[in-house]
């Protein structure tokens, strides 16, 4: 594709939910990211996949997050009984080698009712 | 604790002001990439400066990469209403970690009234 795709855009879920968002990164592009952005906030670094080496998972904020990519191609961000505290945009983006710009998709917004 | 500090959080002017954001680390950065976000939309890269002491200019935005590499600066000249936004410093740590991760900080929400 032409550039990061996160589905889905939009997404509301009851209180105890589990939720799996997803990323199509830039074909070719051996680092992708997961950002958490709260309302009026900046970014907030959730999980780091660079190439075939293991993640950067410092960034989660608990173990109800979880992330996985299958080589350099798609990757999941999964939340397990979502709780209120969790409604934000969920950016993914992905870059060539890490160092390099980062190109971001539209983000997923979860809402957590 | 913000690896990379930029300040000010908030900033609120009028059009045709100057202004100045500010992104500061005790790290040294191998790069550093000033992007913008507009609502509704993901953070676009403005600029990448690499060198201690690098100025880059890109219309009314003067980016400039401190000696040491652990700061950087956005000015922007006479703002206008359609620089509002969310303007965010990304970099990697030199030496860090992780290969080639990107750092943001926090953020600086600009608004820019008429």
């Known amino acids: 594709g032409a550039g990061v795709s996160q589905s889905p855009s939009n997404k509301v879920t009851e209180k105890g939910k589990d939720v799996e968002l997803r990323c199509d990164p830039i074909s070719g592009h051996t680092a992708l990211y997961w950002y958490r952005q709260r309302l009026g906030q900046g970014l907030e670094f959730l999980i780091y996949?660079?190439?075939?080496?293991?993640?950067?998972k410092s960034g989660l904020p608990s173990d109800r997050f979880s992330a996985e990519r299958t080589g350099e191609s798609v990757s999941t961000l999964t939340i397990q009984r979502t709780q209120q505290e969790d409604s934000a945009v969920y950016l993914c983006?992905?870059?060539?080698?890490?160092?390099?710009?980062?190109?971001f998709g539209q983000g997923t917004r979860l809402t957590v009712v | 604790t913000q690896l990379l500090e930029q300040s000010p959080q908030f900033l609120s002017i009028q059009e045709g002001e100057n202004l100045t954001v500010y992104c500061n680390s005790s790290?040294?950065?191998?790069?550093l990439q000033w992007y913008r976000q507009e609502p509704g939309e993901g953070p676009v890269l403005l600029v990448t400066v690499v060198t201690g002491g690098e100025v880059k200019k890109l219309k009314r935005l003067t980016f400039q990469f401190g000696d040491a590499r652990k700061d950087s600066s956005l000015h922007i000249t006479a703002a206008q209403p359609g620089d509002t936004g969310l303007y965010l410093c990304a970099g990697e740590v030199a030496g860090g970690t992780s290969y080639g991760k990107l750092t943001f900080g926090q953020g600086t929400i600009l608004t820019v009234h008429p």
């Open positions: 790290s040294v950065f191998s790069s």
């Open positions: 983006a992905s870059s060539i080698t890490g160092r390099t710009e980062a190109f």
């Open positions: 996949f660079q190439g075939n080496s293991a993640p950067d």
